[in-house]
């Protein structure tokens, strides 16, 4: 599968729905059962071919499925998540290149056949305005209505199966026939602009009680991970309730959340000081330059993180607060950073440097 880019979206929807166990939900509650009866989902799999085009994968990732039908040969499934925040009116230009890739590829490998396979496409989008742009690719189409009608048959027309999120309830998700990981993934993907997603989560208890149960505490820290990278002002706070909900020993889940977190933020601060270790080395010797930025890339990272951490717990911090983290050796972070999980105060966390 292609790179999805940074996007927090992204990664959640590749992570969840390109295991097999979670697509096949997905795909039997999406189809229209006129279609979906045609399709032996028991045979499905995941493609590695990645259609979006490079500059528009910060606004949306695909998954391509490809399944046997029950009457022999097969289709193949298109999933295109779309989560600009409103709907893209060339959609249904954009599938038409996509769904010809998809064709043309096929075409070049199984040249014998003679014939082209079923394609579904499907558009899972979350824009909060809900879908209010063209379904069907004959709308893209300007000129009087009469003419546009009268080419009908001579130019493609086809209508996507759109999923639009905002416009189902959280009952009919709730409902529908996906495992509880894909459930609580389609109702962030529904809520997660809303504002008050950190409030609205402990409804879910019994949702996340069961991913816990059924896909382990690594997909469920997977899904926090992507609450903390869209909710600016999240904290851990925030989520302390989830240790209960899901009946795991006392903390497992928001440590294991936080060491995540914690490591997130040293691979940035490593990334970004390769990079300047980069520029510095060209200006005064490349080997040199590239240690020192990784070293202050990595520093710099601990403390933004540790820093974001207390003021998640205890609010805003004074001056003098910032300057001992700013002033602590890698050892010191590190032991403030496993403080932030216990302590009560902040001078617990930070008397290590008093």
């Not at 999406?30 to 994968?57: F, M």
């Amino acid at each position: 599968m292609g790179s999805t880019g940074k996007n927090p979206h992204n990664a959640l929807v590749i992570d969840t729905f390109s295991q097999i166990e979670h697509a096949t939900g997905l795909i039997d509650a999406l189809l229209p059962s006129k279609i979906a009866r045609h399709l032996d989902l028991s045979t499905l799999e995941v493609s590695q071919d990645h259609l979006v085009d490079e500059k528009l994968r910060e606004t949306e990732t695909d998954l391509l499925y490809r399944v046997s039908t029950r009457g022999g040969g097969e289709a193949f499934v298109y999933v295109l998540l779309e989560h600009q925040s409103t709907a893209d009116p060339w959609m249904p230009f954009r599938l038409l290149k996509y769904l010809v890739r998809i064709w043309d590829r096929w075409q070049r490998s199984e040249e014998e056949s003679g014939k082209l396979p079923p394609i579904v496409p499907v558009v899972l989008s979350h824009a909060p305005s809900g879908w209010n742009v063209a379904r069907d690719f004959i709308e893209l189409i300007n000129g009087p209505a009469e003419l546009v009608d009268a080419l009908r048959p001579h130019l493609p027309g086809f209508e996507p199966v759109i999923e639009d999120l905002t416009r189902r309830s959280d009952e009919e998700l709730e409902a529908m026939t996906l495992d509880a990981l894909s459930r609580l993934v389609m109702l962030l993907l529904k809520h997660v602009r809303d504002g008050d997603i950190t409030a609205r989560l402990p409804r879910w208890a019994e949702t996340f009680h069961a991913v816990a149960r059924s896909s382990g505490v690594d997909a469920l820290v997977r899904v926090l991970m992507y609450i903390f990278e869209c909710v600016e002002d999240a904290s851990l706070d925030d989520l302390r309730w989830v240790d209960e909900a899901v009946e795991l020993p006392t903390g497992e889940v928001t440590m294991t959340l936080a060491e995540r977190l914690r490591q997130e933020g040293w691979q940035r601060g490593q990334q970004e000081g390769w990079q300047e270790g980069r520029q510095e080395g060209r200006q005064e010797g490349r080997q040199e330059g590239r240690q020192e930025g990784r070293q202050e890339g990595r520093q710099e990272g601990r403390q933004e993180l540790l820093l974001k951490q207390l003021r998640l717990r205890f609010g805003l911090l004074p001056p003098s607060a910032e300057r001992r983290v700013a002033q602590a050796n890698p050892s010191d972070l590190e032991q403030m950073a496993e403080r932030v999980l216990t302590a009560t105060s902040l001078d617990e966390v930070l008397d290590i440097c008093a």
